[in-house]
């Protein structure tokens, strides 16, 4: 028997053309974070066509929340997907690339539009069937790590039970889906630091107070606080991705400014990275006496899936079929996460075939991936409202 009781098993077989010709739209038109104006007035008329409510109540700058269900009452849960792109210059060469240049959905984020939108279109088919709600979050500013935060602002989390999401995944097949319980993206962190010495003429180095020979010692130091104060069995990132200083070649500048990322995985060595990397700073700029500043950039928490809803989501994918993988946990961040900090959350990532990786110019995916994504959510959510509807 099905999720729904039914035995019948969703299918979006019949509406494969109509997700294709969304997601093309949505590549061909794509808005930066928290510009999503047009994408947002798009998905608006598409969810207005098969007279999908729109839950006007939470206020949104870009984005929307979307409901079907709910007409027998029971609990609430949500389906997300992100909406924004990157200010990448495509180089796929499609007949619908993008037509904004220097814009392009070069992460997918119209891929997950689409296939949400699909289940929405599934879903409302059956809403006399549904035994609670399903709410659709068409999330914006997700690239800035600041969108998730706005829908949790607007108050369209309240009373949720759980919430659902994926990313499309370029090096797993489509028909594929990657589960996992725990630890599935990393925390994404910035920094920014300022050394501050004396400035000098190049051949008299003996007036100046280095900030670049500090630099070039920090750059290095930083990379022991992984390689001794994090586990072996743990796991932790620090990139230093920029460095600048000087305006000339005979001249000792007064500062040097560095920043980059820092990765991890678990939230005790996030916090003991986070203590460490104050403190080699400070001591690397007081051994070449020289001043510093700190500034960091705290991004979204670790993706961290709940162990039931992985379950359900794993029991979703071979009903339908879906060969399930264990993928290893990527280092990219997702504000998915701030989601997971309030309410049970979680995150697949859905095969796509894809030529190249997350951010690439060339960047695209296998639209096959989108009918199947599709139908994985719109039964996960049938399956989920059972599932919170009978529990005792």
């Given amino acids: 028997m099905g ?13 494969e053309q109509k997700l294709v010709d969304i997601r093309r739209h949505l590549h061909q038109y794509p808005e930066l974070s928290h510009e999503e104006f047009e994408t947002t ?3 608006r008329r598409r969810l207005e066509e098969e007279e999908i409510r729109i839950a006007t109540q939470f206020d949104l700058k870009t ?63 059956k809403e006399h069937e549904l035994l609670g709600t399903i709410r659709f979050v068409f999330q914006p500013a997700e690239e800035k790590a600041a969108g998730a935060r706005k829908v949790l602002q607007s108050g369209a989390l309240d009373g949720v039970r759980a919430i659902y999401g994926m990313h499309n995944k370029p090096d797993l097949p489509v028909g594929t889906i990657g589960i996992r319980p ?77 920043d980059g990322t820092v990765r991890t995985f678990d939230e005790k060595v996030r916090n003991r990275v986070v203590e460490r990397f104050g403190e080699v700073v400070n001591g690397v700029a007081a051994a070449y006496g020289t001043k510093a500043s700190l500034r960091w950039i705290q991004g979204p928490p670790p993706v961290n899936n709940d162990g039931e809803l992985a379950d359900a989501a794993r029991r979703t994918a071979e009903r339908l079929g879906i060969s399930v993988v264990t993928p290893k946990p990527s ?15 979680f995150f697949a990532f859905m095969g796509t075939s894809g030529p190249k990786e997350w951010h ?9 991936a989108l009918p199947i994504s599709a139908s994985f959510f719109a039964e996960l959510a049938i399956a989920e409202l059972e599932r919170f509807a009978t529990e005792p």
Wanted: aromatic share 6%.
């Fill in 3 to 15: 999720a729904n009781g039914s035995g019948t098993i969703v299918s979006a077989e019949g509406i």
């Fill in 41 to 43: 007035a798009y998905i």
């Fill in 63 to 125: 984005g929307l929340i979307a409901e079907v269900g709910g007409l027998h009452g029971g609990p609430v849960i949500a389906l997300r997907a992100d909406i924004d792109a990157l200010p990448i210059q495509e180089e796929t060469g499609l007949p619908y690339a993008s037509k904004t240049p220097g814009n392009m959905h070069a992460c997918g984020h119209d891929f997950h539009t689409a296939a949400i939108l699909g289940a929405a279109f599934l879903l409302k088919e």
């Fill in 182 to 258: 725990g630890p599935l993206m990393a925390a994404a962190d910035g920094f920014l630091v300022e050394l501050e010495g004396i400035g000098s003429h190049a051949a008299v180095p003996e007036a100046s107070v280095d900030p670049i020979v500090a630099a070039a010692q920090l750059v290095t130091a930083l990379q022991s606080i992984v390689s001794r104060n994090v586990s072996p069995l743990e796991s932790a990132v620090i990139s230093v991705t920029r460095l600048n200083s000087g305006t000339a070649w005979n001249v000792i500048p007064e500062t040097a400014v560095l």
């Fill in 331 to 345: 280092p990219a961040g997702e504000d998915f996460a701030f989601y997971q900090k309030q309410i049970p959350g």
């Fill in 360 to 368: 690439h110019p060339a960047f695209d995916i296998d639209e096959r």
